[in-house]
C-alpha cells in the first residue's frame, strides 16, 4: 500500500478517498506496527483526525487545497510543534510540551499537511543508529535485527514502513541521509540556510539543517518547496528566491558534467555498495549525463573538522537544559550549582555527555586556537576545494554509508566505529552543500542509496538528475514486508 | 612613598530601544514579572535569536559621539557561563570584533587642565535576568533578560577619582543626549565596575589591579575608589602583596569585600555565535547615524562660553537639561541679554516647573514671550519683581507679557515730575524719616524709599525714586 504523496492528492482530488480515512490507514498502520517498529515517540492521533474531518469540510465546499493537502507527516521529536512533547529522546526533555511551533511546520500546516507524531531518534540527533534514544529501539524495517540509522531513525522508518508519507528530520551530520540510504527512502538535507532552523534544538549551529524524506523525488521537490526560504526568525537563512522545483524535474539531463570524487571511493567502502552505485552511475550516463572522476583531497579531513566543530557548539547549545526553566530537575540539590549537575548528570546520556565534555575542553583557554579556530580555517579549505570543484561539474555522485544497516548492538560499544558510518555524509554539512541520498539497489535484502551534491542553492539540479535516475529505475517503488506481531 | 592611583572603568549602559536585542519583547523597565518574555528570551529548546538592527544603530550612535572608530566588520560571540539569571547559560556579547575601538572622552583634573581618558571598545551585549533572593528560595524574573546593553570599556588612563566621576558624568551626559539611554544609575540603566591599582609616583609599570563591582552612584564611586586606594596603599606599606581579584562594595559596611580571586576566575570558552551572521556596516549606514547625532553636550558648552559669555558653571548646569539649552540659546540670541535668559529659565522658571511638575516641552510661553520680557524689563518700563508677577501668570495662563502688563496695569512710572510730586506728598504726610536722616540715621532714607515705592504699587522706576530721594533729603 505504499503511497506518494502525489498519488494520495490525486486520489483526493478524484474524490476516491477522503482526508480521515488516509489518516486512519496510518494511523491504524502505526497501532499494526509500530510497537515493534519504534518509530514514533508521540502519536498525535485526535489533532490529526480533527484536522482531516477539517480539511475534509474543504474539499466539501471546493476550497483551495493546499501543496500538503491531508498528507500525514511525521516530525523528528527535536522539532518544535506547537502543543506536541519535544523530548530530543532525551530524558532531559521528557514531558516538555512545546509551546510554539517551529518555522517549518507553520509553513507545512499554511499547506493543509498534517503533523501525525514525533518521530523517534538518537537523544539530542547525536548517534547513526537511533539506538542512543532514552526511550526506545526503532528497527529498520527491512530486517528487524538490525538498525534503521540515525540520528532521524524514526522518520526513516516511518516512511519507509509507510507509518508515514513524508516526515522532516535534522541533518547536522547526516542525520537524514544516513538513515534514508539504510532504510531505503530519498533523504534530502538541503543547503545550509535554505530552510529554517528555527524550532529545531539546536545541535551545532553551523551544521544544524532541517532535513526531509519522502519515497519519491516528486514529493521530496514538493516538500522542499514549502519549507524552504528565507524566514525572519532564523538569521541564517539566505535572502534568496525559491525556483520553482516542479519545473526542475525534467528527466533531461543531457550534457549534464557529473563528477565522481575518487576519495569516496576508496577503501572501507563494502564492494557489493560500489557495484550498485557503478550501475547507478551508468544509468544517468545512459540519460545523457557527462561523467569524470575528479578529486577532492582535503575531504578527508572533514570527520575530523566535523567532530571538533559539532561538539564545541553542542557544549554550548545544549547549556540551556539546566533544569531550572523546564525538563529535568533532580530530586534533591544542595544550591544551584549542586542542581546543574545533578540534574545534568542524572538526565543526559553518555554519547551526549561525552561531546558536551569533548567541545567544552576544546573551546577552554589555550586550545581555542588549536581546535576550533584551526577546525575552522580547515572547513573554509575544504569549501574552497568543494566550491572550485563544482565550477567544473553540475553535481557529483558517491555513496551515503559504507555498508548496508547493520545489526542493532553491533557498533554500540565502539563509538569511533559508529563515527565512520557517517564519513561520507559529513562533507556536505561541513561545505554547507545540498546533498540528496536516493535508493539505487539492494544488497543481501537490504537498501543501498547514493548521493548527489551539488553547489550551494541548486537543489532544483539535485532534483532532476535524481529524479532522471528514478524515473529510469524501480528502486523507489520497493517495500518493506514487515511481520506482524 | 607617593602613590599614584591608576583607574579604568567598564560601564554598561542599558539601550533604550523599544524591544530587546534578539526578540520582539518589550524592554519597559518594571511589569508584572515575567509578562515581557517569549521562547527567544526564555531560551525554549529550538528558539534562535535574531539581532535588534536599532541595537547596532545605537552602537554605532554611542561609538562616534565617543570619537571611536567603527568596526566595519563585526561579530556576536558567545560568553558561556552557568548561572540562573542567564537563560541559554551562555551570553551573545561581542569578544573579538566589538564594534567600536579607539574612543575617548575628555575630563578636567582639579587643576582645570584638560585630559582625554582612552575609550578602549564599546561593544553591545545582552542583560541578564534579574535574581530575587526571597527566605523560600531564589526567584526569576526576566523581564530583564535580552535586554540591549553596551559596555563602554575605558583605557586605565584615569588617576583621580576626581577624574573618574568626571569621566562618568560626561559618558552619562552625552549618551543621554544622544537618546540612547536615558543612563538611570538608580534603575539600573548605568552600572560601573572599576579596575584599580597604584603604582609609586612616577612609575611607568602597572601595579596589580582590583576589579570593583557593585558601584551603584557617584557617591558610592567616589567613597568605593578612595577606600580602596587608601587600602592598597596600606597593604604595600606594610609589605603585603595586592592579589588580583573581584571585590565588592558595601554600601553599609563602607568598605570593599572579597568577591572571588583570581583562581577562580572563570573561562568563558568564547567562540563565534553561529546562530547570528556576521555583521557588515556600510559607510552610508555610519554616514546616516552620525547625521542623526544632535550638538554634544560639552561642544555646547564650550560655544556657550563663547557666544554668550555665560560662565561655565551655568552652561554645564544647562546642558543637564538639553532642552533648557535650548530655551536658554534662543532667548538669549533674541535678547541679547544671555545672563537674564539664564537667571530667568534656572531661576524662576525651574522654581515653577518644579513646584508645579511641568515639564520644559509643556510650558504654556514660547522662548519670544520670556525675550519679550526680558525687554520691558531692560528698557526700565517695568521692575524685576513685577517681572517675576508677569512670569507666574504667563506659566499658568500662557498669556502674552505685553497683555499682561497692560490688563494689570503693571507698566513702571519713570516720569520725574510725577515721581517727585508723590514723594513730596509721603514726606509731608511722613516728616519723620527725615529728622532722624538729619540727627545722622543715614538708614530712615532706605525707609523713606520703601514708603514711597509701597505708595506706587512699586511701579516707580526704582533708580528715579533712589535718586531724587536722595536729593531731597540732602537739600539743606
Not at chain 1, 225 to 231: E, H, L, Y
Not at chain 2, 333 to 339: E, I, T
Not at chain 2, 361 to 376: A, N, Q, T, Y
Amino acid at each position: 500500500m505504499k503511497l506518494t504523496a502525489h498519488e494520495i492528492r490525486s486520489m483526493l482530488k478524484n474524490k476516491e478517498i477522503s482526508v480521515e480515512e488516509i489518516v486512519r490507514s496510518y494511523l491504524n498502520r502505526i497501532d499494526k506496527f509500530d510497537t515493534i517498529l519504534g518509530a514514533y515517540l508521540y502519536v498525535e492521533k485526535e489533532g490529526a483526525l480533527k484536522r482531516a474531518k477539517n480539511l475534509d469540510k474543504k474539499i466539501k465546499h471546493g476550497e483551495k487545497m493546499g501543496r500538503l493537502f491531508g498528507i500525514p507527516i511525521s516530525i523528528k521529536d527535536n522539532i518544535s510543534v506547537k502543543g506536541m512533547q519535544n523530548s530530543c529522546a532525551s530524558k532531559m526533555l521528557q514531558g516538555y510540551i512545546s509551546p510554539y511551533d517551529a518555522s517549518v511546520i507553520k509553513r507545512i500546516e499554511a499547506e493543509d499537511g498534517i503533523i501525525i507524531g514525533k518521530a523517534n531518534m538518537d537523544e539530542f540527533a547525536m548517534g547513526s543508529s537511533n539506538e542512543k534514544s532514552a526511550f526506545k529501539l526503532a528497527r529498520n524495517p527491512w530486517d528487524l535485527s538490525r538498525v534503521p540509522g540515525g540520528s532521524s531513525g524514526g522518520s526513516a522508518v516511518s516512511v519507509s514502513a509507510s507509518e508515514s508519507v513524508m516526515s522532516l528530520g535534522t541533518d547536522t551530520g547526516g542525520s537524514v541521509r544516513q538513515p534514508a540510504c539504510l532504510c531505503g527512502v530519498v533523504g534530502l538535507k538541503p543547503t545550509y540556510g535554505r530552510v529554517s532552523r528555527y524550532g529545531a534544538v539546536a545541535f551545532a549551529s553551523t551544521l544544524d539543517q532541517i532535513g526531509l524524506m519522502s519515497s519519491d523525488i516528486e514529493d521530496c521537490a514538493c516538500l522542499t518547496q514549502c519549507i524552504a526560504g528565507p524566514d525572519k526568525n532564523d538569521f541564517t537563512t539566505v535572502d534568496m528566491k525559491v525556483p520553482d522545483y516542479s519545473r526542475s524535474l525534467t528527466k533531461d539531463i543531457k550534457g549534464m558534467k557529473i563528477g565522481i570524487p575518487k576519495e569516496y571511493f576508496e577503501d572501507g567502502l563494502d564492494d557489493r555498495i560500489r557495484k550498485s552505485i557503478e550501475e547507478a552511475v551508468d544509468v544517468l550516463k545512459q540519460n545523457g549525463a557527462e561523467v569524470k572522476e575528479c578529486s577532492i583531497p582535503l575531504v578527508k579531513y572533514s570527520m575530523a573538522v566535523y567532530y571538533v566543530i559539532a561538539s564545541a557548539e553542542v557544549s554550548s547549545n545544549l547549556a540551556r537544559f539546566d533544569g531550572i526553566r523546564y525538563g529535568y530537575r533532580s530530586k534533591s540539590f544542595k544550591d544551584y550549582r549542586d542542581l546543574y549537575f545533578k540534574s545534568r548528570s542524572e538526565a543526559l546520556g553518555m554519547e551526549v555527555k561525552r561531546r558536551i565534555m569533548l567541545g567544552t575542553y576544546m573551546l577552554s583557554k589555550g586550545y581555542y586556537d588549536e581546535y576550533y579556530e584551526k577546525a575552522l580555517k580547515v572547513r573554509n579549505l575544504i569549501k574552497n576545494q568543494f566550491e572550485e570543484v563544482m565550477k567544473k561539474f553540475d553535481a557529483l555522485i558517491a555513496p551515503t554509508s559504507p555498508t548496508t544497516a547493520f545489526k542493532i548492538g553491533e557498533k554500540k560499544k565502539n563509538a569511533l566505529s559508529m563515527y565512520l558510518s557517517d564519513v561520507y555524509v559529513l562533507p556536505a554539512n561541513v561545505s554547507g552543500m545540498p546533498a540528496i541520498s536516493v535508493p539505487c539497489g539492494m544488497v543481501d535484502g537490504l537498501p543501498v542509496g547514493f548521493q548527489i551534491m551539488t553547489n550551494y542553492y541548486r537543489e532544483d539540479t539535485i532534483f532532476n538528475i535524481a529524479y532522471s535516475f528514478e524515473q529510469s529505475t524501480n528502486w523507489h517503488k520497493m517495500s518493506p514486508q514487515i511481520s506482524e506481531v | 612613598m607617593e602613590y599614584e592611583l591608576v583607574i579604568g572603568l567598564e560601564v554598561h549602559v542599558e539601550l533604550s530601544t523599544k524591544t530587546k536585542m534578539y526578540c520582539g519583547c518589550s524592554t519597559e523597565f518594571g511589569g508584572e514579572p515575567n509578562s515581557h518574555v517569549c521562547p527567544i528570551c526564555l531560551a525554549l529548546p529550538g528558539a534562535l535569536p535574531r539581532i535588534n538592527k536599532k541595537v547596532i544603530e545605537y552602537t554605532i550612535k554611542s561609538g562616534i559621539a565617543l570619537n571611536c572608530s567603527i568596526n566595519k566588520k563585526s561579530r556576536m560571540d558567545r560568553k558561556n557561563y552557568f548561572y540562573p539569571d542567564c537563560p541559554k547559560n551562555y551570553q551573545i556579547t561581542q569578544h573579538r570584533f566589538p564594534l567600536c575601538r579607539d574612543g575617548y572622552i575628555e575630563v578636567e583634573n582639579s587643576e582645570g587642565e584638560k585630559k582625554k581618558i582612552g575609550i578602549e571598545r564599546i561593544h553591545m551585549e545582552e542583560d541578564a535576568a534579574k535574581l530575587i533572593h526571597t527566605k523560600a528560595g531564589t526567584l526569576i524574573n526576566y523581564n530583564r533578560a535580552g535586554v540591549p546593553l553596551i559596555e563602554v570599556v575605558s583605557k586605565p588612563d584615569i588617576r583621580t577619582t576626581g577624574e573618574a566621576t568626571c569621566y562618568l558624568q560626561k559618558l552619562k551626559n552625552i549618551l543621554r543626549s544622544i537618546g540612547v539611554s536615558n543612563c538611570k544609575m538608580e534603575q539600573g540603566s548605568l552600572r560601573c565596575d572599576g579596575n584599580i591599582s597604584i603604582r609609586p609616583k612616577g612609575s611607568k609599570k602597572f601595579g596589580v589591579k582590583v576589579e570593583i563591582k557593585n558601584v551603584n552612584s557617584f557617591k558610592a564611586l567616589e567613597k568605593a575608589f578612595e577606600y580602596e586606594y587608601l587600602r592598597q596603599v596600606k597593604a604595600v606599606e606594610s609589605g603585603e602583596k595586592i592579589i588580583q581579584e573581584t571585590r565588592r562594595w558595601n554600601e553599609c559596611k563602607n568598605k570593599t569585600e572579597v568577591m572571588r580571586a583570581k583562581e577562580q576566575a572563570r573561562d568563558y570558552r568564547y567562540f563565534p555565535e553561529g546562530d547570528l551572521t556576521a555583521i557588515n556596516i556600510s559607510n552610508e549606514w555610519i554616514e546616516d547615524i552620525r547625521k542623526t547625532i544632535p550638538e554634544l553636550p560639552y561642544d555646547k558648552v564650550e560655544r556657550f562660553i563663547k557666544e554668550y559669555n555665560v560662565s561655565k558653571h551655568d552652561a554645564e548646569v544647562l546642558i543637564l537639561n538639553m532642552g533648557a539649552a535650548d530655551f536658554f540659546e534662543e532667548t538669549a540670541k533674541l535678547s541679547r541679554n544671555p545672563k537674564a535668559a539664564f537667571n530667568w529659565i534656572m531661576g524662576d522658571i525651574s522654581r515653577l516647573m518644579n513646584e508645579k511638575s511641568v515639564s520644559l516641552s509643556k510650558l504654556k510661553f514660547k522662548p519670544e514671550d520670556l525675550v519679550s520680557l526680558i525687554k520691558f524689563i531692560d528698557s526700565g518700563m517695568i521692575s524685576n519683581n513685577i517681572g517675576t508677577e508677569i512670569i507666574e501668570e504667563m506659566f499658568v495662563s500662557g498669556g502674552k507679557p505685553e497683555e499682561i502688563i497692560e490688563k494689570r496695569n503693571f507698566l513702571q512710572n519713570s516720569s520725574e515730575d510725577e515721581i517727585l510730586q508723590i514723594i513730596k506728598k509721603v514726606m509731608k504726610d511722613n516728616p519723620k524719616p527725615l529728622e532722624d536722616y538729619k540727627n545722622g540715621k543715614k538708614r530712615a532714607i532706605k525707609f523713606m524709599i520703601g514708603l514711597v515705592m509701597k505708595k506706587t504699587k512699586g511701579k516707580a522706576n526704582p533708580k528715579i525714586v533712589n535718586d531724587l530721594v536722595n536729593r531731597e533729603f540732602n537739600k539743606n
